[in-house]
């Protein structure tokens, strides 16, 4: 091989490595811009998760005490139900951009559910067993769902097989809500 044929497969080597190199660190920046993107959202989710869930238990704290009839609280629990039902649907707002879809429509149910305890306390002196029953089964399936999302079980030792695929955060999506109202019913029996 002469001298010029040499060079050439040499700069066309070092060409091609450059470009090669330079495509890897594109790779890795583009990478690491991904990651640090998904973990400044998952630590969005767990703030909203736990808002959401504070006030759902918040609500049902409200919901069991209209839930007695003459209870000397009524008017006070009708009062913060109202405000925490108000607050429960601004979080549920933001949580239509940073939730996934199976728990921001899950939540749906539970604002549907929460509307119609505030309508029947509104409407009656007392909130039906009935009603309660759904909405604490409706809270429940809400609250299994964020920790599938937040990884809560996966993460304590003690749990680690409850919810450890996508196949049982699917299931607890689609569990029925009278599976959940019957294990209050009996649970309260």
């Known amino acids: 091989?002469?001298?010029?044929?040499?060079?050439?497969?040499?700069?066309?080597s070092g060409i091609a490595a450059t470009l090669i190199s330079s495509m890897a660190g594109l790779y890795f920046v583009s990478?690491?811009?991904?990651?640090?993107?998904?973990?400044?959202?998952f630590s969005k989710q767990i703030d909203l998760i736990s808002d959401i869930n504070f006030k759902m238990c918040r609500?049902?704290?409200?919901?069991s005490v209209l839930s007695e009839p003459n209870s000397p609280f009524m008017e006070q629990a009708k009062?913060?139900?109202?405000?925490?039902?108000?607050?429960?649907?601004?979080?549920?707002?933001?949580?239509?951009?940073?939730l996934p879809v199976e728990l921001w429509?899950?939540?749906?149910?539970?604002?549907d559910s929460m509307s119609e305890i505030v309508s029947e306390s509104e409407s009656n002196s007392c909130i039906k067993n009935?009603?309660?029953?759904?909405?604490?089964?409706?809270?429940?399936?809400?609250?299994?769902?964020?920790?599938?999302?937040t990884?809560?079980?996966?993460?304590?030792?003690?749990?680690?097989?409850?919810?450890?695929?996508?196949?049982?955060?699917?299931?607890v999506a689609e569990l029925d809500l009278k599976v959940l109202e019957d294990i209050v019913e009996?649970?309260?029996a």
């Not at 429509?105 to 604002?111: E, V, Y």
């Not at 009935?130 to 999302?149: E, F, G, N």
């Not at 990884?151 to 955060?169: H, M, P, R, V």
């Open 130 to 149: 009935d009603s309660l029953k759904k909405l604490i089964a409706v809270l429940t399936k809400t609250a299994l769902i964020s920790r599938s999302v």
């Open 59 to 63: 609500f049902r704290v409200f919901a």
């Open 151 to 171: 990884g809560a079980d996966e993460l304590t030792e003690q749990a680690i097989g409850i919810f450890s695929n996508n196949k049982s955060f699917k299931r």
């Open 186 to 188: 009996k649970s309260n």
């Open 1 to 12: 091989m002469d001298k010029e044929t040499v060079t050439l497969v040499i700069g066309i």
């Open 105 to 111: 429509i899950n939540l749906k149910s539970t604002h």
């Open 31 to 41: 990478k690491e811009r991904s990651s640090s993107l998904r973990a400044s959202l």
């Open 79 to 98: 009062q913060d139900l109202r405000t925490c039902f108000k607050e429960f649907c601004e979080l549920e707002e933001k949580g239509a951009v940073l």
